[in-house]
């Protein structure tokens, strides 16, 4: 369906205004499909993303500034997400030894299972806003996004 059609716009829109509104409503169908996936986990999508950066770290903590650089959304207060997955006891959090300014954060093994139970369906979730597209179409919108971001 075209992007006029969903905004039942009655107005011409040029091809920027157009590139911008199915970009912007694009992420948000991703967004509230990968929220329901997310929803009997009870984390959210900046969560999620802190976790898989701790993964990522195979077993080694990461501070602060290390998971803030990695977030997708550069304005997530990670503190704060941080905090909430050291209530539900999916992360550890300590001090540096060697910099006592330094936050560690480490997952943990309950953190580590979340995430085992979530790979499948997470695949699951990719593949299916893929499934319309070509492996040469795939490649081609990536490079595309890419070039149309950075400016």
Request: aromatic share 4%.
């Amino acid at each position: 369906m075209k992007i006029e059609e969903i905004l039942k716009s009655t107005v011409p829109m040029d091809n920027s205004k157009k590139i911008i509104l199915n970009v912007l409503y694009t992420q948000n169908v991703i967004t509230e499909n990968f929220n329901e996936i997310l929803k009997p986990h009870e984390i959210s999508g900046e969560q999620y993303n802190v976790l898989r950066i701790l993964r990522g770290q195979k077993g080694n903590p990461a501070n602060m500034w290390t998971i803030q650089e990695r977030m997708l959304a550069k304005t997530s207060n990670t503190t704060r997400l941080v905090d909430k997955l050291l209530l539900k006891e999916l992360v550890t959090r300590k001090v540096c030894p060697e910099n006592r300014r330094k936050i560690e954060v480490l997952i943990t093994q309950k953190g580590l299972e979340v995430l085992a139970a979530l790979d499948p369906k997470v695949i699951a979730h990719e593949q299916f806003f893929s499934k319309n597209l070509n492996s040469e179409e795939i490649a081609l919108l990536n490079q595309l996004l890419e070039k149309y971001r950075n400016q």
